[in-house]
């Protein structure tokens, strides 16, 4: 691509990189162009010279001033031809620098414009209706390219530029940007889940959760921050066997309290076989509650030694405990449902969620963004 590299030299002017008009392996000829704020005419943004240059051994130019039009004598003159393609190609420019000036000002110090072609010089001169309408009928395509740009973005070294323009825009339009970015990120979670909702590879839901832990947040009613995945919280024998791993450890966010999640899978049975008039719980269920509670007294008891001197780490008072297991499909009769409930909610500092009641609260979400949307 073609690019032009403007400095400013003052508060009124600026420099541009020589035109190349025409080049041989020794002499070039160029147009040196300054940019200029014109009080008196501000269209008039441009000047410059025509210069021929000559090239030294260490591959750089040098003007060439063997001759003075000052020393002409009346009978002498100067006969300066451009080819067709030469002039062709400095009017080109120059109107780059008209426009350049014409919609940025002047530069502050030194600024590279990149010439776009093709469809890109076509996408940044469309309209907003332009705009809609290459969306509604490419949503394909235009999704592809907004998602290639957001990454570009992302990773660009010189992030403040984009952050200056974000600010001159409306505060309506940065939050509708903000809602479309969280919607696009919860609809894919929704849609990930819909696709494994009889998954039973406990893995994939650890690294699903981990990548996406804001879900994990919308368990507690207090916000939370990520301690660590797949945390140690003690339990190692004196020749270093056992230990005990939580598949989560959060904090409150303001009162640096502990809370530990453990991550089953959806596959996994919530109740037993019937006993009388209601059911038991299945050995996953109960056996995923013990071992949680187990990893809270472990937490406890040994929390100073996992801690050592860096307390602010995370406090532990009675940590909130959830387990994350199995589907609610499966309570299809009223005394199911009876069974689940009393049993979780009889639970103490431990909370039990099943996986479609975790993802229903990520449906809520979105609904709730699209409505104020």
Known sequence: MEKLVLESTSIKTATSEPIELRVTDRIRLVFVPTIVNNDHDPNACVKGHFVYQKKLKAEQWED???????????????????????????????????????????????IEYVKLSGALEGLCNSSNEDLKEFIELQSDNAVGMFKRIAKWLSNIEHSEKIVESLETLPPESLNQLNVVAGLSVLK?????????????????????????????????????????????????????????????????????????????????????????????????????????????SSLGQEYFSLVGY?????????????????????????EKVKAFELYRNNLKNLKILTFDELFGRVENFIQILEQSN
């Not at 063997?66 to 006969?79: A, F, H, M, N, Q």
């Open 310 to 334: 860096n307390t602010g780490m995370f406090s532990s008072f009675s940590p909130n405990c959830v387990v994350i297991i199995g589907n609610t499909q499966e309570l299809n009769s009223p």
């Open 188 to 296: 894919q979670c929704l849609k990930t889940w819909e696709s494994n909702r009889f998954s039973s590879d406990e893995e994939f839901w650890q690294k699903e959760l981990t990548k996406n832990s804001f879900i994990l947040s919308q368990v507690f009613s207090f916000p939370v921050v990520v301690v660590k995945d797949k945390a140690y919280v003690g339990g190692k024998s004196i020749n270093n066997q056992g230990g005990n791993v939580v598949d989560f450890l959060y904090k409150n966010k303001f009162t640096n309290n502990a809370a530990l999640i453990e991550i089953k899978t959806p596959s996994i049975n919530l109740l037993g076989a019937k006993y009388r008039q209601t059911y038991n719980v299945s050995t996953e269920l109960s056996g995923s509650v013990n071992q949680t509670l187990n990893y809270n």
């Open 64 to 110: 060439i001033r063997d001759l003075k039009l000052t020393e002409l004598r009346p009978s002498e003159g100067v006969k300066l031809e451009l080819k067709s393609a030469e002039l062709l190609q400095l009017l080109k420019t120059l109107g780059q620098l008209y426009r350049i000036h014409h919609r940025d000002g002047l530069p502050n110090g030194k």
